[in-house]
């Protein structure tokens, strides 16, 4: 895993350890900013925004041809028969700029259902592919909509 420092730098992560401790914690929230730098003692760390929604529309919108170009085009391909991987990122827009509906999800992740009943988007602002796009059967949509969380 690799982590992006405060100066563009790409820096190895060598590991990690689990520890217990009971300290005061804070949600800070600065308005306009998906995410910014803290210093941990001398070290700038970036941290996401606890409060409101993680990605405006646009922005969200902007994700669509990552979608329709990432593991959505390997993965799900069969999903879309005659479907190139610009179509996918295309129908990914449609989908999410002409919902059906939506949902919240946590991650700060959003779902999206098409109109055509079994299209769902998952926009997903911390993965490099922008989230996903598959079908579902519209006769079992209701439960999978029902347990995205």
């Known amino acids: 895993m690799t982590l992006r420092t405060d100066t563009g730098e790409t820096v190895i992560v060598t590991g990690n ?22 210093l941990a003692g001398s070290t700038p760390v970036l941290v996401h925004n606890s409060g409101g929604d993680w990605c405006t529309a646009e922005e969200r919108i ?13 993965k799900h391909a069969g999903d879309f028969p005659g479907y190139s991987p610009k179509d996918m ?14 949902k919240p999800l946590g991650g700060g992740r959003r779902a999206y259902q098409g ?8 926009h997903d602002p911390m993965h490099p592919d922008g989230g996903t796009i ?4 519209p006769g079992t949509i209701e439960d999978y909509w029902d347990g995205l969380n």
Request: aromatic letters at 10%; charged letters at 25%; a neutral charge.
């Open 89 to 102: 990122g295309d129908l990914a827009r449609d989908v999410m700029q002409n919902p059906a509906r939506t």
């Open 17 to 38: 350890r689990a520890f217990a401790k009971h300290a005061r914690t804070y949600n800070f929230t600065v308005d306009d900013l998906h995410t910014y730098y803290v």
């Open 62 to 74: 902007e994700d669509a041809a990552d979608i329709g170009n990432g593991h959505a085009g390997s």
């Open 134 to 137: 598959f079908r579902r059967n």
């Open 115 to 122: 109109k055509d009943g079994s299209t769902i988007v998952i």
